[in-house]
T-cell receptor, first 113, second 111 residues
Framework: DVKVTQSSRYLVKRTGEKVFLECVQDMDHENMFWYRQDPGLGLRLIYFSYDVKMKEKGDIPEGYSVSREKKERFSLILESASTNQTSMYLC????????????FGPGTRLTVT | GQQLNQSPQSMFIQEGEDVSMNCTSSSIFNTWLWYKQDPGEGPVLLIALYKAGELTSNGRLTAQFGITRKDSFLNISASIPSDVGIYFCAGLPSGTYKYIFGTGTRLKVLA
């Protein structure tokens, strides 16, 4: 059974804190993604990684950075959390060849106060 | 970023009824995916489609890849209360790994 896991389901952080969101997939997928989901705005791509140490900016990368040191792990970093980064964060992965099916993790609900 | 047009936005249906929803795009896609998302949870992949005209089923769910490659349809037969949730589509353009997502259809089932 395919699996994408995220380190936390719920997080509460203060403005200005550095925040790390971790994602792990066990499907040996090359591609991993970080999205945020907000009511009325749908899913928006923050960053995308197509290989270890490789990354590409998505539609809303400002205020975020990512790290991919191992194939199965993709981290999202909020350098200095702000209240407008309160959101649901979703990690996903796909394989590069073949089916391109994209699988999501359970999500992290981040609240920045 | 771009979003796909998905309709209807929301629907109330009686338990046992069939449901149809669709997604349209101005661009051609090579892959269509359909997801269900429960409140506070991540989206769960329901069906994947890879060829124009393809019809694929997963239990009571049936999805079709439109002939023009610019649309896709999802049908749910004999709805039950646990079908409640948000359904959304995702399309993959040629030459990219980045999916484009639909705006979602919120389904509410009246028992």
């Amino acid at each position: 059974d395919v699996k994408v896991t995220q380190s936390s389901r719920y997080l509460v952080k203060r403005t200005g804190e550095k925040v790390f969101l971790e994602c792990v997939q066990d499907m040996d997928h090359e591609n991993m993604f970080w999205y945020r989901q907000d009511p009325g705005l749908g899913l928006r791509l923050i960053y995308f990684s197509y290989d270890v140490k490789m990354k590409e900016k998505g539609d809303i990368p400002e205020g975020y950075s990512v790290s991919r040191e191992k194939k199965e792990r993709f981290s999202l970093i909020l350098e200095s959390a702000s209240t407008n980064q309160t959101s649901m964060y979703l990690c996903a992965s796909t394989n590069r060849g073949g089916s391109y099916e994209q699988y999501f993790g359970p999500g992290t609900r981040l609240t920045v106060t | 970023g771009q979003q796909l047009n998905q309709s209807p936005q929301s629907m109330f249906i009686q338990e046992g009824e069939d449901v149809s929803m669709n997604c349209t795009s101005s661009s051609i896609f090579n892959t269509w995916l359909w997801y269900k998302q429960d409140p506070g949870e991540g989206p769960v992949l329901l069906i994947a489609l890879y060829k124009a005209g393809e019809l694929t089923s997963n239990g009571r769910l049936t999805a079709q890849f439109g002939i023009t490659r610019k649309d896709s349809f999802l049908n749910i037969s004999a709805s039950i209360p646990s079908d409640v949730g948000i359904y959304f589509c995702a399309g993959l353009p040629s030459g990219t790994y980045k999916y484009i997502f639909g705006t979602g259809t919120r389904l509410k089932v009246l028992a």
